[in-house]
């Protein structure tokens, strides 16, 4: 949490947000899972394993490359000055929360759709793994909410250590991600090989859950012209010169 200039309490905006980035990351542990439970349920051969992961990686080729750019052009807000006011800043945070709820929650759904419908059908299969893979946009849509965020509370200027921040976050869950998702699929493949959808699904829905939390009001934005350093700084040159 960061406390807000001029502003009585703490934010919990950022820590909301890497929360839930973390569970994402965690939760896309599940695709690697997928291939070993593909060829366990329906004996898939390898050249049919590698046509499955080619659909998937083509659809989410498709979702970064044109359909998230669209959907940003149209609806992301936008602004003619070069110093956004608080109003836009908010708009902006809004509409990255929503997006990366919409992606994340999207993608808890199709998890949860192979975990309830029958695993006789491999199209229905096919089909639910591309719509999880078509909401790819969660990642880059969690990290421009960090952004937004930290810009929202007045320490604009501090986006490089965000970003260094949510990358040890980002390795972190890949370490860990493989061994929570091989460990619960070998102890479940006996009797309920699905239950990585289910887990997968858990980890998402806590992530929408967490992003509820992530304020989006306009009095609760500050904008800061430039940060205290640089002005200790201007003045320390001036004083030298």
């Not at 003619?80 to 800043?89: E, G, Q, R, V, Y």
């Not at 370490?175 to 699929?185: Q, S």
Request: aromatic fraction near 12%; proline fraction near 5%; charged fraction near 10%.
């Amino acid at each position: 949490p960061r406390s807000v200039p001029g502003r009585p309490g703490k934010s919990y905006n950022l820590t909301l947000v890497g929360m839930a980035l973390f569970l994402y990351l965690v939760s896309i542990g599940v695709y690697s899972a997928k291939y070993l439970y593909a060829q366990h349920v329906y004996s898939w051969t390898t050249a049919e394993l590698g046509y499955y992961m080619s659909i998937l990686w083509i659809t989410r080729a498709f979702n970064l490359l044109v359909f998230l750019p669209i959907i940003i052009s149209y609806f992301k807000p936008k602004t003619n000055s070069a110093s956004p006011d608080s109003a836009h800043i908010a708009a902006e945070l809004h509409f990255d929360k929503r997006l990366a709820q919409a992606s994340l929650a999207v993608d808890g759904l199709a998890d949860a759709l192979v975990a309830l419908t029958p695993a006789s059908s491999q199209t229905l299969f096919t089909g639910l793994s591309c719509l999880s893979s078509f909401t790819s946009g969660g990642n880059p849509t969690l990290h421009s909410l960090a952004a937004v965020c930290l810009h929202a509370c007045g320490f604009s200027s501090e986006v490089g250590a965000l970003f260094g921040g949510l990358a040890v976050l980002s390795a972190i869950a890949h370490i860990i991600n493989p061994y929570i998702y091989a460990l619960t699929y070998s102890s479940t493949v006996a009797y309920f090989p699905k239950a990585i959808f289910v887990l997968a699904t858990a980890l998402l829905s806590s992530a929408v859950l967490l992003l509820t939390g992530v304020s989006s009001r306009t009095e609760d934005v500050v904008i800061r012209e430039r940060p205290p350093e640089d002005d200790e700084y201007s003045s320390g040159s001036g004083s030298a010169i």
